[in-house]
C-alpha cells in the first residue's frame, strides 16, 4: 500500500460539484450540450462571465445568452504534480489555466490534450467538454489542432 493510498483513508475523496444558481443554469445546460454559453448585455453590448444577474458594467438586467466560438488563447497556466486537495489526487498531474476567451472573457479551466511542458503563453486553444456526471459537463480547453 502506498503512503497516498493510507492517506486517503483520512480524507473525504468525494469530487466538488458546481453550486447551480438560478442565473447560472442555462450555462450548465449549454455546457451538457457542449455549447459554452456567455451571457451578453442588452444594453452596453458587454460580453459577461462568470453568469451573474445583472451586467456589471452598466448594471442592467437586459441579458441574453449566446453561444461563444470556444476559441481562446492561454493567458497563464500552473501544473499541480503534487501537493493539492486530496480529491485531486487521482487527476496529477493537471493544469489550471486562465484563457481569454476570443469573445473577450477570461476564464479559469483546465488544459487537457497536451503534455504540461508542451503549454505555452498565448497558445491557441480550444473548448472541449468533459462529463463529470448527467447534469455536469466542465468546459477545459485543448490545443487547436494545426
Ligand atoms: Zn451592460
Known amino acids: 500500500m502506498t503512503t497516498q493510498n493510507i492517506q486517503a483513508e483520512q ?8 453550486v447551480v444558481q438560478p442565473w447560472s443554469e442555462a450555462f450548465w445546460a449549454g455546457a ?14 458587454a460580453v459577461i462571465f462568470y453568469p451573474r444577474k445583472f451586467c456589471p458594467e452598466c448594471w442592467s438586467a437586459d441579458i ?3 453561444q461563444a466560438s470556444g476559441k481562446a488563447t492561454v493567458y497563464t497556466f500552473s501544473t499541480a504534480y503534487d501537493m493539492v486537495e486530496p480529491r485531486f489526487w487521482a487527476d496529477i498531474p493537471y493544469t489550471i489555466a486562465y484563457v481569454d476567451l476570443a469573445e473577450g472573457p477570461r476564464l479559469m479551466t483546465r488544459i487537457v490534450e497536451c503534455a504540461p ?8 486553444v480550444e473548448v472541449v467538454f468533459h462529463k463529470l ?8 480547453f485543448r490545443p487547436v489542432a494545426k
Not at 480524507?11 to 458546481?18: A, V
Not at 511542458?117 to 491557441?124: D, L, P, S, T, Y
Not at 456526471?133 to 477545459?140: G, R, V
Open 11 to 18: 480524507f473525504d475523496m468525494t469530487r466538488p460539484l458546481p
Open 32 to 45: 451538457r450540450e457542449g455549447k459554452l454559453l456567455m451571457q451578453h448585455c442588452k444594453a452596453c453590448s
Open 64 to 66: 441574453e445568452w449566446r
Open 133 to 140: 456526471d448527467d447534469q455536469f459537463s466542465l468546459p477545459f
Open 117 to 124: 511542458e508542451a503549454i505555452k503563453i498565448g497558445m491557441a
